[in-house]
């Protein structure tokens, strides 16, 4: 599978979710933007190397531009890895150096190699040495009590010279390895943007993108003049319809769908091929709770979809029956 290569600049991306972001959420998710980068789930190389691969690695070839996000620590395994991500026809493979989980940790990867740049340059230049895409790293700027400035710096600076790798996404906030879970660690570290800033000043010629707490597209534009790019997460996911301002606003292009009904019957369509190759209503429908969010109806529209009963039938008529109970009570 070979992908497209006229790729748009990383100006906005979906940051990769475990549990969200996977294959039936960014066909969502590319019915809102066309140019948006989208991520996988990280996947562990174990789960590539030992377990079906083709699970993981299916998508839909409208979800390019697409980088596949990787757990793991050890090169040789990454490298089949991201040969396997190159057949697959990603656009980019992503080493995650950011998960504080302490089951990551017990596998020895995640936010806790920050504190062996040159182990992740290893990792990465054994990956670009057999695949000609893209090759980046998503990391945090620091690790436990490790917060000065100069260990991210340090970090960037070894990986980029040892690797040559020129792309990093920066999770703005500490992790902390001991003590809080993941969910705390997206929470109370504090967020400090300026650090982020700061690398792209030091190392102008990588390409730097920011990752943590970014809600509106105030908060978006602000950092755009300050670095290459901005990564949203969960606002991406429980409010969907950002996504539809991003092609105007990123890249001066049209927004694909004029609206959300239209995107409720692309998904309605989806989800009856899908369920004809055997997937549950339920696997597609949770992931579009969010379309009408702020709107009228959306409670309904919510409860409709989430319904235990209605969606035992398997039937995709019901996405547009939710929806035309909102429209009718928009149109009322």
């Known amino acids: 599978m070979t992908p497209p290569r006229d790729l ?97 940790q017990s596998g020895a990867f995640g936010a806790c190699l920050m504190a062996e740049p040159a182990l ?58 001991k003590g809080l879970s993941p969910k705390e660690n997206r929470e109370i570290p504090p967020l400090k943007y300026a650090y982020v800033s700061r690398l792209k000043a030091d190392f102008p010629q990588l390409e730097i993108l920011i990752n943590g707490g970014f809600r509106t597209w105030r908060d978006v534009e602000a950092q755009w003049p300050e670095v290459d790019g901005v990564m949203i997460g969960r606002e991406a996911y429980h409010n969907p319809w950002l996504l539809a301002e991003a092609d105007p606003r990123g890249w001066g292009c049209p927004a694909p769908a004029p609206g959300r009904r239209a995107v409720a019957e692309a998904m309605a369509a989806f989800a009856e091929r899908q369920i004809a190759e055997g997937a549950p209503l339920k696997a597609i429908t949770r992931h579009i709770l969010g ?18 009963a209605r969606l035992r039938s398997n039937n995709p008529r019901l996405i547009l029956d939710a929806s035309d109970a909102v429209e009718l009570r928009t149109a009322a």
């Open 291 to 308: 379309l009408y969010h702020g709107q009228p109806g959306a409670r309904q529209w919510r409860r409709m979809l989430s319904d235990p």
């Open 120 to 177: 992740v340059a290893d990792c990465l230049k054994a990956m670009q040495d057999v695949t000609d895409r893209a090759v980046t790293v998503k990391h945090r700027i620091g690790i436990d009590t490790r917060e000065d400035y100069a260990f991210v710096r340090d970090f960037v600076g070894t990986v980029h010279q040892r690797s040559g790798c020129q792309v990093f996404v920066v999770h703005a906030r500490n992790a902390i390895l």
């Open 8 to 104: 748009p600049t990383r100006r906005l991306a979906v940051a990769p979710m475990l549990d969200w972001t996977d294959r039936f959420y960014r066909y969502f998710a590319r019915q809102l933007t066309r140019r948006t980068w989208l991520y996988t789930e990280m996947v562990t190389t174990g789960a590539l190397l030992h377990g079906d691969a083709a699970r993981h690695l299916r998508f839909d070839p409208c979800e390019h531009p697409l980088a596949l996000q990787l757990g793991g620590s050890e090169p040789a395994a990454l490298a089949q890895c991201a040969r396997l991500a190159t057949e697959w026809g990603y656009d980019e493979i992503n080493l995650n150096v950011g998960c504080p989980s302490e089951r990551v």
